[in-house]
């Protein structure tokens, strides 16, 4: 059964960092679209970055390129999205998503499987 574990959320001030988890169950990494997405209050659902296990590619959303970045642990089944400079709009739900499809472009990313998601809360 695939499962998708968010952790590393929480209450932080502007300008600070976070680093979430996602850990994987029910499946291995390889071949398989890995993204992270966002919901903010009112807001549609939008992609924030997603890496494709097959060709180690990124697609990052354009407004988030510099800040956030992510990485893979394959040994513990775990990628982490970390986010710097952190802004009061960067306040949302996250959610990890899997999508099994060895392509090299993840921007492609349709998900099959979501993570229950976390809250990130920026404010002072």
């Known amino acids: 059964q695939v499962q998708l574990v968010e952790s590393g959320g929480g209450l932080v001030q502007p300008g600070e960092s976070l680093r979430l988890s996602c850990v994987a169950s029910?499946?291995?990494?390889?071949?398989?679209?890995i993204g992270w997405f966002r919901q903010a209050p009112g807001k549609e659902r939008e992609g924030v970055v997603s890496?494709?296990?097959?060709?180690?590619?990124?697609y990052y959303a354009d407004s988030l390129k510099g800040r956030f970045t992510i990485s893979t642990d394959n040994a513990k089944n775990t990628v982490y999205l970390q986010m710097n400079n952190l802004k009061p709009e960067d306040t949302a739900i996250y959610y990890c998503a899997a999508e099994f499809r060895p392509i090299s472009r993840p921007a492609m990313m349709v998900p099959d499987y979501w993570g229950r998601g976390i809250q990130v809360t920026v404010s002072s």
């Open positions: 029910g499946f291995t990494l390889d071949d398989w679209l």
């Open positions: 890496i494709s296990m097959s060709y180690g590619t990124t």
